[in-house]
């Protein structure tokens, strides 16, 4: 029962833990950066804590690990290769990414899931934008994040984004919106959001859902 209720809730629950890749997809984009990051998420009136890393071998190959935690056991975690192809055009940088991932039974079960993003993002001085569009398991769904940005060039920045996260999945079809606030100081990134349900013919959702995360990069 215990892995039951464990595998519908990692399963289920997070399009930050499938779309979104640490830390906060926005470093580290130096050769041999590695990083970690904590979130917790709160919905369906459960709370998750996801620990997660990243490996950068170079800015165009890159390594993830996200694993979950409910009431102090491990949930499936979700291994991930992220290929992006990096532009810099001026004041604009922008890139591709492909993502195969596989979510693994580390919950002590037996399912194996195969998943893939396909993204694109890009950052002005003034502007962040990010558009995933991926598949795990039988998870279909699309998240957008578009908003401003404030650096002050002394290395740090704070962007307000708004974020629409789109999912299709057998137990049916939900629309969650709503704000995000992302502050980047030298190597520490903290991410909070909060979004509600515009469309929920999801029968396995119910409520809002909240998100906090920090990271450290080196």
């Not at 165009?60 to 409910?70: A, D, G, I, N």
């Not at 060039?153 to 307000?160: E, L």
């Not at 606030?181 to 119910?206: C, I, S, T």
């Amino acid at each position: 029962m215990k892995h039951s209720i464990l595998f519908f809730l990692t399963a289920s629950v997070s399009i930050t833990a499938v779309a979104h890749q640490p830390i906060m997809d926005m470093a580290p984009r130096w050769n041999g950066g590695y990083g970690i990051q904590t979130r917790v998420e709160h919905a369906n009136s459960e709370s998750t804590t996801w620990v997660e890393g990243v490996y950068t071998f170079k800015p165009s190959v890159r390594m993830t690990l996200k694993v979950p935690y409910v009431d102090g056991e491990m949930g499936n975690a979700i291994f991930a290769v992220p290929l992006k192809r990096y532009t810099n055009e001026g004041s604009l940088t922008y890139n591709w990414s492909i993502t195969p991932s596989v979510r693994m039974p580390t919950d002590g079960g037996n399912d194996w899931d195969a998943g893939l993003s396909v993204s694109y993002s890009s950052e002005t001085p003034g502007l962040y934008q990010l558009y995933d569009a991926y598949t795990l398991g039988n998870k279909t769904g699309i998240d957008i994040n578009v908003g401003w940005s404030f650096p002050d060039g002394n290395g740090s920045s704070w962007f307000t984004l708004w974020d629409i996260s789109a999912q299709d999945s057998d137990s049916g079809q939900r629309v969650l919106t709503g704000p995000v606030l992302v502050y980047f100081k030298r190597n520490v990134v903290m991410r909070a959001e909060y979004k509600v349900p515009a469309y929920d013919h999801d029968d396995e959702w119910q409520g809002n859902f909240i998100n906090f995360g920090i990271g450290i990069v080196y």
